[in-house]
């Protein structure tokens, strides 16, 4: 008999799409070689076709044939972060369907470590183009009744692999320049990639606030992750971030807001909106990485009209977490 490994592969293989789970978030997947199964994935999304797919893979082996050049650093890249959540940019070969890659020459790449994942790719014929499988402007999925929520009628199965373990999507570095580039930041930090192969460059408009020039990533371009309630992030002291949110909370139940917080189990206490919840303890980043997408989730279905959020910036991975809460929140920033 088929087992539900092999149902999902066929399904792959015959041109449809399955949701399935990663390490990272929930991934919408389709065969990466097939024009027509990327186009449903963007139309199943509600996607722009100009943003490029991520193909994922399950063996280092499959690689050669998609991409048209290996630059050395790979190899060391491979053997500190390969399978996990970091996606590679190469120069396609001609395998890759320009359906796939948005039009673009070049190709991303992952080998994700979630068994499940990794089974699934290999039963689908070694090339899974997957973007996170939301609907397009929502926040990714780290669970699959998100999935479900955003997708169900759009894909054909989807596999529940429990909640996600890092909840951030991967980290995105461009090895097809002179200097490796972070086009997009998360659980693999600069400095990490640093350690392995010297100095990384990061895309500027990932950090800036106000950056107004064109990020390279595409997909980063687009306004992300938004919950349905009017987020602010607010910077400054402890104190001064929690007397701030109290006046705001007061004058937004005065107009019949419904205010959420986004807080730190330091603080939560001390806020008096409708509803806080914590990310965690504040030092704890891989909490905070774990528990933002779930939150804002969170905050659509209770029905909140206006959160606040205590800003994130410290620590190793305080600038993925910060790229996804001011994408979030449209840039709407506040430094006290
Ligand atoms: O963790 C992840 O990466 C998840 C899981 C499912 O693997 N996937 C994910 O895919 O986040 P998606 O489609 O939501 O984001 C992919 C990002 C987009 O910002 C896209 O523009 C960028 O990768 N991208 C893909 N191919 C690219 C390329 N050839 N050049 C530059 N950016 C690329
Ligand atoms: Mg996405």
């Not at 390279?216 to 987020?231: C, E, Q, V």
């Amino acid at each position: 008999m088929e087992s539900w490994m092999e149902k999902a592969g066929n399904i792959i293989k015959n041109g449809g799409l399955v949701a399935f789970p990663t390490e990272t978030v929930y991934g919408l997947g389709g065969d990466a070689l097939n024009p027509q199964s990327s186009q449903k994935i963007y139309a199943a999304k509600g996607r722009p076709s100009d943003n490029p797919l991520i193909v994922h893979i399950s063996k280092f082996e499959d690689l050669a044939p998609i991409v048209s050049e290996i630059p050395s650093c790979v190899y060391a890249l491979r053997d500190a972060f390969w399978p996990g959540p970091l996606t590679i940019i190469f120069k396609k070969s001609d395998l890759v369907p320009y359906e796939t890659t948005g039009g673009l020459d070049t190709v991303a790449v992952r080998m994700p470590v979630d068994p499940i994942a990794l089974q699934f790719i290999a039963a689908s014929g070694g090339y899974v183009a997957a973007p996170s499988a939301n609907l397009s402007g929502r926040p990714s999925p780290t669970k699959a009744q998100y999935v479900i929520q955003d997708l169900q009628g759009r894909v054909d199965m989807i596999l529940d692999g429990g909640p996600t373990e890092i909840g951030l999507e991967s980290t995105i570095v461009d090895v097809t320049g002179d200097m490796p580039v972070i086009l997009r930041p998360g659980y693999i930090t600069k400095e990490m990639l640093e350690q392995i192969i010297g100095k990384v460059d990061v895309d500027p408009t990932i950090l800036d606030v106000a950056c107004k020039e064109r990020p390279k990533a595409p997909g980063m371009r687009y306004r992300h992750y938004a919950p349905k309630g009017d987020l602010t992030i607010i910077k400054g002291t402890p104190e001064q971030v929690i007397s701030f949110i109290n006046e705001k909370t007061t004058e937004n139940k005065e107009q019949k807001e419904v205010v959420g917080v986004i807080a730190t189990d330091e603080t939560k206490d001390r806020y008096w909106a409708d509803v806080v919840k914590s990310v965690g303890e504040r030092q704890d980043e891989a909490s905070i990485a774990h528990r933002l997408y779930t939150i804002l989730r969170e905050f659509d279905d209770e029905g909140i009209t206006r959160i606040y959020s205590e800003s994130f910036e410290e620590g190793s991975m305080g600038q993925a977490i910060m790229n996804r809460l001011l994408k979030a929140a449209g840039h709407h920033y506040i430094s006290l």
